[in-house]
């Protein structure tokens, strides 16, 4: 085999800080398509994003060139610095320290990328995630 063929798919889940209630519509229109291009500017295959106004949802396919530590780092500090620039935030914005990341076997994709997509519907209007600790 000349090259590698890696088939690993993470599901991705990190919050704002202190799951401040921060990203509306507006926002998610603008951050999700630039946190898609993030990931493709590591080499990684984005196949869904969504969320909620306190978290987000991410499902990726990885690439052997890249750790998913830097990644995240990259996903969080660039998307940080996007909004920052771009949106007025009383006191800024950040996400939280950590992230949840749950590998996905490539039968449960699809599945995966229906939860991801259906966030709204799931969590249902306005509710957080309280039972993840990152």
């Known amino acids: 085999m000349s090259k590698n063929n890696l088939q690993v798919y993470i ?3 990190f919050c704002t800080k202190n799951r401040c209630v921060l990203i509306s519509d507006t926002i998610e229109k603008k951050l999700y398509p630039f946190i898609w291009s993030v990931i493709e500017d590591n080499d990684c295959t984005p196949l869904m994003i969504n969320g909620m106004p306190d978290h987000i949802h991410i499902l ?3 690439d052997s060139k890249v750790s998913l530590s830097d990644l995240m780092r990259f996903i969080k500090g660039k998307s940080s610095r996007f909004l920052n620039e771009n949106y007025s935030f009383l006191n800024g914005f950040e996400w939280q320290r950590g992230y949840g990341a749950f590998s996905v076997s490539s039968g449960q994709v699809s599945q995966v990328a229906d939860y991801v997509k259906n966030q709204k519907h ?4 306005g509710s ?3 039972n993840l600790e990152f």
């Open 128 to 130: 957080i995630i309280e």
């Open 11 to 13: 599901h991705i889940v």
């Open 60 to 62: 990726l396919k990885m």
């Open 122 to 125: 799931h969590h249902g209007q």
